[in-house]
């Protein structure tokens, strides 16, 4: 196993914002509270201890949510420490993508769980709870009914709308079956098998599945998993929901942010005059008009926030100092700071997810032999090809020629300074300039196939950990790894990825 790490200002794999808000660029201050040093996190701290958090309503709903699901006593002990004003979560979240989706949110969890692991070294006095946010109010199924496997999609059908936690599991039995096909045979296969199986059994919604599911992965890390489609936990942010449904206060703080913002970067999130869906059994649908404060008062169950609503939220009822995301989740937070300072909730600290490319030794010891190193996979394809024609081929040497050649002109040149004579020289000069251009094309493409064994092989690693010229850890599924590693996997990533260091890691294994 080797591994390398590359710093994030030295690819273009994220937006200028996000760029900037690594190198804690001035412009970018104004839209969040404390870059994510470690030492920031003591202030956060003392400034969330502030703060009123209904710890009581937050424990019993989790241990509602957990009923019938086997827990490690990590976990266990995660859940009961939340009533208790010295622990602190930091929080995570994705959609209920199937089988938890592409690797990048395996990712995620994984950042938010050494995060919390690194702060109980710096502070032994509190105590820090990593947690997964089900995004289980989307409905957009068509982003989340599908994996990536052996580069075949994975689909599971269903006519089912609405919220896309409470969907039933009719059907996913088909494609589980064509999954444990898929997998083949092994230790690793069956593990997984098992997994797969009594997470996404028909007694259970996509929300309790997903739960399972990511609750085996990391059982013993003690990762508390919440679901925010819950009336009680609702029922504290009704005032939050009349301000934005009926007053459209939030409204003006968001646009104003927004166009700050969008003054130098690209701004993430459209702003609405409200924020919130009205969700029902078999829909959710955006409220475009206010409805009465008793409906809101009655059941508070009914409103659904929107992707800018939903940190409001979370923040509200978690006594969270830090969140843990992607580029465009970092980007659509900072659209929100001036609605939390007038709220007075916290603004947490953004805490950009670790990425990764994990490639086999084999590939590695190829790209050796090739002459690269796994980090070169960020050049493009073409790029490889012309890197390694240009380390086979005499091409240096025809350059010292044609510079040669270039000086003879110029010589020529000054001999001559009349018009007529230069007209006559230049355009010599550059009909010999395309006619070595001509020359050089040919000899590319004789090198080319010369060297096709080879470049083919670039061709089809490069492929391989950049699908679709996108990163490995946007299509490819869990599945795939645990296969070849098993448990070791999680533990692996685990080790190499640290959520305060702005690298992206390669690792061979």
């Not at 710890?55 to 709903?61: G, T």
């Not at 580069?151 to 494609?175: C, E, F, H, Y």
Request: neutral net charge; aromatic residues 10%.
């Amino acid at each position: 196993m080797s591994s390398d790490n590359i710093p994030y200002t030295k690819i273009s794999i994220f937006s200028k914002l996000v760029q900037d808000y690594l190198v804690q660029n001035e412009s970018l201050s104004p839209f969040y509270n404390r870059n994510s040093s470690i030492e920031n996190f003591l202030p956060q701290i003392l400034e969330k201890e502030k703060e009123l958090i209904n710890r009581d309503i937050l424990v019993e709903v989790l241990n509602d949510q957990y009923k019938g699901v086997e827990l490690s006593e990590n976990t266990k002990d995660n859940i009961s420490s939340l009533s208790n004003n010295k622990t602190f979560t930091i929080t995570t979240g994705h959609q209920l993508c199937l089988f938890s989706g592409p690797l990048y949110c395996i990712y995620k969890i994984i950042s938010a769980i050494n995060l919390s692991q690194q702060l109980k070294e710096k502070y032994p006095s509190y105590h820090f709870v990593p947690v997964f946010w089900m995004a289980s109010e989307d409905h957009d199924l068509e982003e989340v009914n599908h994996i990536h496997l052996f580069g075949k999609k994975i689909l599971w059908n269903t006519p089912q709308t609405g919220a896309v936690g409470r969907m039933k599991l009719s059907g996913i039995d088909a494609v589980i079956e064509e999954l444990i096909l898929l997998m083949g045979k092994g230790e690793n296969a069956e593990a997984m098998s098992s997994m797969l199986t009594t997470a996404y059994s028909a007694e259970n919604n996509l929300a309790q599945a997903s739960r399972i599911f990511i609750n085996t992965l990391f059982k013993e890390d003690g990762l508390v998993i919440i679901d925010g489609d819950d009336a009680r936990l609702k029922k504290q942010i009704t005032p939050l929901i009349k301000k934005d449904v009926i007053e459209k206060k939030f409204y003006p703080l968001l646009q104003e942010q927004s166009n700050k913002l969008g003054k130098d970067y690209k701004v993430q999130a459209f702003v609405r005059e409200i924020n919130f869906f009205e969700l029902n059994k078999s829909n959710r649908q955006r409220i475009e008009v206010p409805v009465e404060i008793s409906i809101i008062d009655k059941y508070p169950e009914r409103f659904s926030p929107n992707v800018l609503m939903r940190p409001l939220y979370q923040e509200s009822i978690l006594p969270n100092i830090a969140y843990v995301g992607g580029g465009a989740e970092i980007a659509y937070w900072m659209q929100l700071k001036s609605i939390f300072e007038s709220e007075r909730i916290p603004f947490p600290i953004l805490v950009l997810r670790n990425s990764a490319i994990v490639i086999s030794d084999k590939h590695n010891e190829k790209l050796k032999s090739l002459g690269f190193s796994s980090n070169d996979l960020f050049s493009s394809e073409h790029e490889l090809h012309s890197q390694y024609i240009s380390r086979q081929s005499d091409a240096k040497s025809i350059d010292e020629v044609v510079e040669q050649l270039e000086d003879a002109f110029e010589r020529i040149k000054s001999t001559y300074s009349d018009a007529a004579y230069q007209q006559i020289i230049e355009a010599e000069q550059q009909r010999h300039r395309k006619s070595i251009d001509a020359m050089r094309k040919k000899l590319n493409k004789v090198e080319k196939q010369k060297h096709k064994s080879a470049l083919d092989q670039l061709s089809k690693i490069k492929a391989q950990y950049f699908p679709n010229n996108g990163l490995q850890e946007r299509h490819e599924n869990i599945i795939a790894f645990y296969l070849n590693y098993g448990d070791n996997f999680i533990k692996k990533m685990k080790v190499e990825l640290n959520p305060l260091d702005s690298n992206f890691v390669v690792l061979a294994l």
